[in-house]
């Protein structure tokens, strides 16, 4: 039986004059595009453009509804209640609706953006917040899911269409979580180093933990952040391993 995954990238991530990654790129990369809507970065003439750029290229978009923290990118902790993220999740997911539609390519997904994103595997009152903001708003959306977390299982509860990713250039704890950004060895800037353990991931149908061990998971999606410096070329390197190994890179939805 042949394997096929997803590969993802966030984008849209820049805001005004200033851009973030080469979103141009990487979406001739990737199968999927989780695209910013705003709040954590992102704007409506970027939102646009990038909507605009995944149609051209056939790659299939998504909302990333991240916490409102431009200055410190959606990656740290806001104590917000769980009405007020249900609130702020369904506010980015209507922005990317209405401008996917606006340029003839509707989001098929959404994907919780850094902090939030983490927030949705490791606190179930979080993830239960984004998942009733997608159900509202739109329960055809698929749950784009941090593997082995609250979300995915809470998604699947509530009757949403579920997919769970993994990360091509995250390091793993021995809990399944990702090693906070601020510890060594926290992201992979080795392309061949990411592509070769990606390949087995995949294979194995595990992630792999920083010790070796191996947990097991579907995994549906992987994703290459577009925000560091060797994104491309990880991404790259990550779809050539994938396919040298005979593993077909397609979205999750075909």
């Given amino acids: 039986?042949?394997?096929?995954?997803?590969?993802?990238?966030?984008?849209?991530?820049?805001?005004?004059?200033?851009?973030?990654?080469?979103?141009?790129?990487?979406?001739?990369?990737?199968?999927?595009?989780?695209?910013?809507?705003?709040?954590?970065?992102?704007?409506?003439?970027?939102?646009?453009?990038?909507?605009?750029?995944?149609k051209e290229k056939g790659v299939a978009v998504g909302a990333h509804p991240g916490f409102p923290d431009l200055w410190g990118f959606g990656r740290r902790n806001i104590p917000f209640s769980a009405g007020e993220i249900e609130r702020l999740v369904a506010y980015q997911v209507g922005s990317a609706q209405a401008l996917a539609t606006y340029v003839g390519h509707p989001i098929t997904h959404v994907k919780a953006h850094g902090a939030l994103?983490?927030?949705?595997?490791?606190?179930?009152?979080?993830?239960?917040?984004?998942?009733?903001?997608?159900?509202?708003?739109d329960p055809k959306l698929v749950c784009l899911t941090i593997a082995l977390g609250h979300q995915e299982r809470l998604a699947r509860e509530m009757g949403l269409a579920c997919r769970s990713e993994i990360f091509a250039d995250r390091a793993?704890?021995?809990?399944?979580?990702?090693?906070?950004?601020?510890?060594?060895?926290?992201?992979?800037?080795?392309?061949?180093?990411?592509?070769?353990?990606?390949?087995?991931?995949?294979?194995?149908?595990?992630?792999?933990?920083?010790?070796?061990?191996?947990?097991?998971?579907?995994?549906?999606?992987?994703?290459?952040?577009?925000?560091?410096?060797?994104?491309v070329g990880i991404a790259a390197r990550v779809r050539a391993g994938l396919e040298d190994a005979g593993i077909t890179i397609r979205n999750f939805l075909r």
Avoid at 13 to 36: H, K, P, Q, T
Avoid at 196 to 220: F, H, S
């Fill in 172 to 231: 793993y704890t021995d809990e399944g979580f990702l090693v906070h950004r601020s510890k060594s060895g926290a992201v992979i800037h080795d392309a061949a180093a990411a592509a070769e353990r990606v390949v087995r991931m995949v294979r194995n149908g595990a992630i792999e933990t920083i010790t070796g061990r191996a947990i097991v998971t579907p995994i549906d999606s992987i994703c290459v952040h577009s925000d560091t410096p060797s994104a």
């Fill in 1 to 54: 039986m042949s394997l096929s995954v997803d590969l993802n990238s966030d984008m849209g991530e820049g805001f005004g004059a200033y851009r973030m990654g080469d979103d141009a790129a990487m979406l001739s990369i990737v199968s999927s595009a989780n695209i910013a809507c705003g709040l954590h970065a992102g704007d409506p003439e970027i939102m646009a453009q990038t909507f605009a750029l995944a």
């Fill in 117 to 137: 994103g983490n927030l949705t595997q490791q606190d179930e009152s979080v993830a239960r917040a984004v998942n009733n903001a997608i159900k509202a708003v």
